[in-house]
């Protein structure tokens, strides 16, 4: 059947579907060629380019005659810009392999437009090649958030009547929904069932978004691309994942205190003050826009840091007098870094605010020296209640290495709680709640856990990991117990610091990266 269907096809083929078809076949073979070479070489090395440079000489005259490439498969075929290439004995496997790694990724294929550059080719195939972190839509977020304009997975593909050939999963250069108005409360956000489902993304949805986020920070806010431009609408593509969290109640902070260690440690603490903020923002009532402007600021309020760090060799304990007085300039740099960027817009001049008043307290205590909280706006009040948490439990200092995130709260809520507005602690503390994710905890029946994400109707009855059981053993690495929250009648005793539990560290770490808990698990 289908070689005659083939026979017909071809019979009826004009004389760009042949060429067409060629080249689809040469592009699959370079596609292949360059996922083996990725295998077995890193990205980057000079063996992966030189087959990289082979797909992209392949790609460049269908760019350059259509403008697009879109190669998908579908319904056990490959198609190119919507013909059917050619299956036949000799290009069988080459074919069937490359529809396999697309199954493996949970896509239909790739659509690449006009624009693309090798560079670019590249960085989509570091994402491509790591399918155990991300698949279907989360990898092409993951694309979104690398700045990925011309090469993007194509999520789904269809012969429907009235259908594109390839359909993604939304742009998000706006996040208002295109129509002008931002709906409070989240309009546009995911079904009622998902976002009333408070632990419906704990089982490993935070952690991707985490990931997506630090790849956006990351092509953000290297020192190259500050100088060379910021867009704006690829920040806000990488904070979108964190605002949809936060509209389903997704535990974003889950693993912030391992995270925050990590080695990219600028980025890290971008995107944990961004989940924090964001988180904030949410409980405080503000809409999708709104957020969009907070989580972006967030992400940048730190950018100044790139022009006086270089000059600062000390660590914060041992600044000398010439080392505070340039950290105590990051603010105004970072202004002036984003002005230079990017384009001057609403949400820039909302950005070069925040960056200014980030560190102003209302003890006077903070910098620019002379400036006063009472006249900083709302978005920079947030984004100074997140920054002065996240620094708390991730300072790298061995006095923060012991900050766990209860004794963060409390911090916040005591002694610092002059430095801020009482509104703002409290959107904190629904943020967070009384045990914040990350923290070990004792229940009232003496098994410990590990709290996951908050619950907004107890905040004594969070949703927990447990760890040693009231009888003193330990549940199997691979069918974890979670508690999703704390039912009635068992409740938080109290938080437990790391040299209460010897194996704190570990552990968080195992929970971390452990993934879902099967279903048998989710019943104490």
């Known amino acids: 059947m289908k070689d005659k269907r083939e026979a017909r096809s071809t019979a009826a083929s004009s004389p760009a579907e042949e060429r067409r078809r060629q080249l689809g076949v040469q592009m699959v073979v370079r596609y292949l060629a360059v996922l083996r070479t990725g295998k077995a070489y890193q990205v980057g090395n000079q063996v992966f380019r030189s087959q990289l440079d082979a797909l992209y000489e392949t790609i460049a005259p269908l760019l350059d005659e259509f403008g697009e490439v879109v190669l998908v498969s579908l319904e056990g075929d490959l198609y190119l810009n919507g013909v059917r290439l050619p299956m036949k004995a000799g290009n069988l496997r080459h074919f069937d392999n490359l529809m396999r790694e697309f199954a493996r990724r949970r896509i239909a294929g790739v659509k690449i437009v006009q624009g693309l550059q090798p560079d670019e080719l590249e960085s989509f195939f570091g994402l491509f090649l790591r399918p155990h972190e991300f698949t279907g839509t989360p990898l092409l977020e993951a694309c979104i958030a690398a700045g990925l304009d011309h090469v ?14 390839e359909e993604y999963m939304g742009d998000f250069d706006e996040v208002d929904g295109g129509d002008g108005h931002a709906g409070v409360g989240g309009e546009g956000t995911a079904p009622d069932s998902e976002r009333d489902d408070p632990v419906s993304s704990i089982r490993g949805g935070a952690h991707k978004s985490y990931v997506i986020a630090m790849h956006g920070a990351r092509s953000l806010l290297t020192t190259t691309s500050l100088q060379e431009g910021t867009e704006l609408r690829h920040a806000k593509r990488v904070v979108q994942p964190l605002i949809d969290g936060a509209f389903s109640s997704e535990p974003v902070v889950v693993g912030l205190s391992i995270l925050g260690h990590h080695d990219e440690y600028t980025y890290a603490h971008a995107v944990n003050v961004c989940m924090v903020a964001v988180t904030m923002g949410h409980a405080f009532g503000l809409d999708r826009r709104a957020l969009a402007d ?44 984003i002005a230079r960027s990017t384009v001057l817009n609403p949400t820039t001049m909302r950005c070069m605010r925040v960056a200014i008043e980030h560190h102003l307290t209302s003890d006077g205590k903070g910098y620019p020296k002379g400036e006063s909280i009472a006249r900083a706006s709302l978005l920079s009040r947030l984004v100074s209640v997140a920054d002065c948490y996240v620094s708390l439990m991730t300072h790298r200092s061995p006095l923060g290495r012991n900050v766990t995130p209860y004794d963060a709260l409390g911090l916040m809520l005591g002694p610092l709680n002059r430095r801020f ?18 923290q070990l905890v004792e229940l009232e029946d003496t098994s410990i856990g590990l709290v996951l994400a908050p619950n907004a109707d107890d905040f004594y009855r969070p949703h927990v990991r447990l ?14 117990i979670e508690l999703r929250p704390l039912p009635e009648g068992r409740r938080v005793r109290r938080a437990l610091r790391a040299e209460e539990y010897p194996t704190f560290e570990p552990l968080k770490r195992d929970v971390n990266e452990a993934g879902p808990a099967t279903p048998d698990a989710e019943a104490a």
């Not at 993007?152 to 009547?161: D, F, K």
């Not at 507005?421 to 990350?438: E, H, N």
Request: hydrophobic letters at 40%; a negative charge.
């Open 467 to 480: 760890i040693v059981l009231a009888d003193g053993t330990r549940p199997e690495m691979d069918r974890p």
């Open 421 to 438: 507005y009482p509104a703002l602690l409290w959107a904190l503390v629904k943020a967070m709640g009384y045990f914040p994710p990350g």
């Open 294 to 337: 907070l989580g972006v600021a967030a992400l940048l309020h730190d950018v100044g840091k790139a022009v006086v760090g270089p000059k600062i060799v000390h660590p914060l304990e041992e600044f000398t007098p010439e080392e505070q007085a340039l950290a105590e300039k990051h603010p105004g740099e970072g202004a002036r870094l």
């Open 152 to 165: 993007q997975p194509a999520v789904h593909a269809s012969t429907e009547e009235g259908e594109e050939t």
